[in-house]
């Protein structure tokens, strides 16, 4: 039997796409997805077609009219319908759609009910346009392939094929519809229509060995991106994730949800355009989306979902999927798309739940980098601490061994004079081994006190006492303790010293200066050093430069460590070799850092930046005047102090008890005292615990300076500072000069005709810490309140040109002057009132309506200076109080 | 022993210290020890100049030294590489590197004696009569 080739082709052709036709229709049935739907729809009338055909083939040729008309309205309906599922894959013109859509329904209406067989015309207009709408449909899906990857940039291709194909099988029953072609197209045509079914059916309903095939394409291909990615952190892996998966399926952003601790998800990552990341969202509404199972617009679903992505990404579609997160946590991916995505369905749910997998993975590596890195910076703190504890070795040898040299020299030495032969209680020994025993004894002293410093640098228990520090006076003072050292080597000097100020500890500040200094001695035999001092913005830089031997590159790191001496070992000079390394801890416990320039052969400088002192305490000296009380029983401790305060410009009073120190500090408040511990009677302890007691005394500063350390004890009462003897002078200056100037410092003005009671007022007020304004006219005195502002105006009632009521009047008057306390004086009834009189004035307080008396004249007046400082606001506040304009009516006794 | 006095070569890069040993040796009971003719060299190159120009029986040697170390020196002696013209002086370390693993150091160089700084004046004299003692004892023999 001779089998009809053709005709099975046929029969293949039409069952393929009756399959496909099934299989949508069962899709769309059982989702009821518009995108199933149109895909069903397409394949409708291809089904319809070849239903007519086989129908023709049982009836002959003897079907109805209408039968052929619908049939090939349907068949041009087809590409229509192509371009429609094109056109929910990606954006197509809406003119475009329409454009096609009334082209095939013209061509339609005019050739389905004309007589067959069709004009050639009529034959040639209904192909070409089927065709042209048919390219148009393939070149929409090609389109979109080329935007995809993976499996469905192949599917789509495919389709894309397909549809060409189909166009070009309508291409061909239109010739062979011609009388008189040849037979063979009409086989062609057949063989054309199974490809084309065949492409389709590759296409929207692959086997399922194919269609894993793809899926584990895309899948390893995620995978393997993803543990390629190098993430150091959870975090990462998870944004790897996302951009990979939108890479992957094309989406326009992809979200990766994960549980939080309080059950609702949260975004881990997110790839796409910018948005606002939500914030955590329902898991049971994410949930809701899962079991829906298909791509939903994000309009439909839940609120929050809209609300973090919908507004940003359009009216879109969102697909999510659930994510198992090994071991039983669940998370979600959300993949946004401004279009269907046609295929991606089945592979998404394998690529979510490999992501979970993957992410696992992934998570895992970046906690093995963590751990590695940890070990790796174990190793190296390890390799620190064991470099370390081999330079605490070999510093403890070091140390022993430079210990010794000295004491060899002192033991030695010794040792030879008690062998000399005694003369009487004496011995008769060389003067030389004396000074051996006395520079070893020095050189030992030295090395020791650098050993303590820089062990007190190493523990951090180094105190500065830093205050701001004339640095170019304290190097021309080094300079000149060392001129003995200069002119025996035959150095020169050049300095520029331009005024600078750092904030340093004097002590510290000397000694880190004098290293540099001797070091550049010792290492230079002829030549000059040069020292300069300049202030760069906030840092005082000072300079040390010689023309000395020099320091190799190699060494210029290796000169700040202990013990090290560099350089040529025939030319190594004495010394610690702590010097260098003391100063740069020294240099850097100030918050500085020292750096050095050097030429082997030409010399070195060394180079030491501190910060500076802020600007409001430039040049702030002692106040000039102020009282400091010393209590201090030893005569001599006391001479001493009290020379080192009244050349530092201070008056000093000194009581030799506690009791009588608290008795003058009542009787006369100072702006500090300074007080000793051990003290006949109370002890120092009590002292303070008694002015501190007494609200009139607890504001002033204390500073202790005794042999007794007990610091804390003393801090802990109150005190300021606590110095122990022998005290560092420059500290306890220092420390007095800044409490005392932080005390605001009152301005009065005196109006007094009289020059002696007005220079007697003038210095009370002075020693008492005031800024003293003085003018003896009235009118003068007016004028000067207006000018500047004054905390106080003392005023005598009786002047000869204004007298001191009108004064009043005035100055009540004037809103500049209306709320400054005014003190005027009168001599007390009956009291003749003369020059230097001691007898009691009465002093009204007018303005404020605080009627004051108080003692006149000399000494009386210093009673007016705690009204000045801390407790003068009392007087403020009760003039502040009576308000302006009041007269005098209170009448009150002050001492 | 020898008729002639014996020799000394004292090896320290510190003035002081040279001083030192010459005055306490000076003034030794011990009439060898006092009687000693003490040379000396404050760096290994002048050390090494000395001994091959003059006969020494015993060298107090520095380590610390500022052209490298006394063990150089000492090795050197022990391997017989610097010419002497005696049979080879015996060497004691004097040196303030008194820490156990440099008074191995010291021996393993070949050092016949260690001396610690500091020291008293009557360990020196004590451990320069032992050698001293020791080699005449030798030289008999």
Known sequence: MRVDWSSLVLLAAEFTFAVLFLRALVGYLRRRDPLQRDVTLVFAPCTVLFCVDIARRINGDALPMWV????????????????????????????????????????????????????????????????????????LLFGKARTRTGANRARLMIAAGATAAFGLMIVLIGIAAVPGSSPVLDTANRVLALICGFGYLIAFVPPHWLRRAFSATA??????????????????????????????????????????????????????????????????????????????????????????????????????????????????????????????????????ALGGQAGVLAERQAVTAAQRRLAAELSTSVEALTRASQAKSSFLANMSHELRTPLNAIIGFSDLMRLEEPDGDRRRVPADWVDHIHTSGRHLLGLINDILDLAKVEAGRLELRLAPLRVDTAVSELLTGLAPLLSAKNLTVTTTLPEATALADRVRFRQIVENLLSNAIKFTDDGTISVSVAQAGDLVEVTVADTGVGIAEADRERVFEEFQQVGDPDRQRAGTGLGLALTKRLVEAHDGEISLISTPGEGSAFTVRLPAAPLLQLDQGPDAGARVLLIEDDPQSAELLSTQLVSAGYHVEVAGTGEAGLTAAGAHPPDAIVLDVALPGIDGFEVIRRLKADPRLAGIPVFFATIIDERQAGLALGADDYFVKPVDQAALLGALARKIAHRPVPRVLVVDHDDEIRKAIEDGL????????????????????????????????????????????????????????????????????????????????????????????????????????GSGTAMKDGSAKGGSGTAAKDTKETA | MTAENPRILLVEDEELNRTLVKAVLARARIAAVRDAEVLDASTLASARTRLAAEDVDLILLDMNLPDGSGLALASELAAGTVATGRPRPTVVAVTASVLPQDREAALQAGCDGFLDKPYAAADLVATVAEHLSRRSGQDRS
């Open chain 1, 68 to 139: 052929n008309a619908v049939s090939l309205t349907v068949l041009l309906a087809q590409p229509y319908l192509t371009v429609r599922l094109a056109a929910r894959l990606r954006a197509v013109p809406a003119w475009l759609q329409r454009a096609i859509l009334v082209t095939l329904a013209a061509v339609a209406a005019w050739v389905a009910f004309a007589p067959r067989p069709l004009s050639p015309i009529q034959l040639f207009t209904a192909v070409t346009s089927f065709l042209i709408a048919e390219l148009i449909a393939a070149a």
């Open chain 1, 219 to 352: 899948a390893q291909s995620v995978t393997e991106r993803l543990l390629r990615a190098p993430a150091e952190s959870a975090e990462q892996v998870w944004q790897i994730y996302a951009d990979i998966m939108r890479v992957q399926t094309g989406a326009d952003a992809v979200a990766v949800l994960m549980p939080r601790a309080d059950g609702m998800l949260a975004p881990a990552a997110y790839a796409g355009p910018p948005t606002t990341a939500p914030d955590g969202l329902g898991f049971a509404d994410v949930t809701a989306l899962i079991r829906a199972g298909r791509p939903a617009r994000l309009r439909d679903s839940d609120p929050a979902l809209v609300a973090h992505f919908g507004d940003d990404l359009g009216d879109d579609f969102v697909t999510v999927l659930s994510m198992p997160v090994p071991p039983d946590a669940e998370g979600a991916v959300l993949l946004f798309n401004r279009h269907r995505s046609l295929f991606s369905d089945d592979d998404l749910r394998l690529l979510a």
């Open chain 1, 766 to 869: 002075r020693a008492g810490g005031a800024d003293v304004v003085a003018c003896a006219d009235g009118r003068d005195g007016l004028a000067l309140s207006r000018e500047s502002h004054f905390d106080l105006i003392v005023c005598d009632m009786q002047s000869p040109e204004v007298d001191g009521f009108s004064m009043l009047a005035a100055i009540e008057q004037d809103p500049a002057t209306r709320h400054t306390p005014v003190l005027g004086l009168t001599a007390a009834a009956g009291v003749a009132r003369e020059p230097g009189d001691a007898a009691p004035l009465v002093a009204t307080a007018m303005a404020g309506g605080v009627v004051a008396t108080a003692m006149a004249g000399g000494a009386g007046w210093e009673a007016l200076a705690p009204l000045l400082g």
